[in-house]
């Protein structure tokens, strides 16, 4: 009955409905194409040679077969290449300061405007001979090659392609191999100026979307359901042709006891609840866009009638996670590692008797990125190897955690504010990429021209 009936209030609900906060122009696909192209040419020319050499890197070979991919060749793909094509080997080789980084694509193709064919299979047949020749005219001190045991995004070269390239390479070049996974992580996870630029108006996006989806043009209490919403989250994406990078998560926590339960395990996914007037609702939700994640929590309250806003102990409660998100912040700084700073942060909230569990991530390329993970929802003492990698700037990061905090007014309830917002580590310090959450988002939105 409640699915029949929502069924014939949707078409009420979303046609002719004007959102207050415009979700920002999203640009046709050709255009994305030649922003995207633009952005990896600046890292490939300004970005590379200094993350190489500081490194000691001088040459840094990437190996890809089609539909197999490296994480880090994923990256460096021209946007209308979808995937590599063939076995594509990406070249680079460092001719030293001022000098620039060569790029040569030793592949049966060109590599886009990006990376020159250096491979002609007419005068040496064996990809693997060329590939060798090409390094022993360059006799590089340092080769790195991405595999790593720490780092799934570092580690893309397989194993056949390993012994392939060792079974052709000298001896002597043999030496010189070393693992590439600083290199690589710092690749994924620095940002360039432009790309921090652009960043805002990909989490403007995705602010606008959780804030549409969490308004009465979609929810109608007593009648939508918490996967009704995920659902319309995930059409809504695909409308705007976007990319969801994991199924959204909508649940409910509310007065009565059972649910919102917040000892729940993040391994398991909420139960299906019909929202309700005073319900706290909660989102989880990521999007992909030019080449970038966002990966957003966020929290809207549902009035009850007569209410024209949310009970002052939620917006304490939110003031609370609002909090935690400080003290996580200011314990940032390049150098740290992230079990440094979390285990700071959580010293700190401690002292300030917050209950708090932090599990901040990088976020860039990948919405779980390469880079010094903050924490773990399950791994609160730290994180072994990826949580020993340092800070760097001009790194997002996901600022991703909760504060529990017991609500008299429910029964001296306890429930989890979980917040999750973009931030960049920056020589000034953190900033917000488009804000925070320090209001909670309210259904229906307060009218101002209705009075009681």
Known sequence: MKKFLLLLLFPLLTSGYTFSQQIPTILPLRERAAIEDALLQERLEKLLPDLMRREGIDMWVIVAREYNEDPVAKTMLPATWLAARRRTIMLFHDKGAGKGVEKLAVARYDIGNLMKGAWAPEQEPNQWKRLVQLIAERNPKKIGLNYSSTYAHADGLTKAEYDSLMHYLPAAQEKAVVSAERLAVDWLQTRTDRELEIYEQISRIGHSIIAEGFSEKVIQPGITTTEDVMWWYRERIADLKLNAWFHPTVDVQRANPGAGDSQRSFSQRPGVEVIMPGDLLHVDLGVTYLGLNTDVQQLAYVLKPGEAEAPVYLQKALATGNRLQDILTSKFKEGKTGNQVLKEALAQAQKEKIVASIYSHPIGYHGHGAGPAIGMWDMQQGVPGTGDYPLRHNTAYAIELN??????????????????????????????????????????????????
Do not use: F
């Open 403 to 452: 504060a529990k905090v017991n609500l008299p007014e429910w029964n001296n309830k306890e429930i989890r504010v979980m917040l999750e917002e973009q931030a960049v580590l920056t020589p000034n310090g953190v900033r917000y990429i488009d804000g925070r959450q320090k209001e909670l988002l309210l259904i229906p939105r307060i009218t101002t021209h209705l009075k009681q």
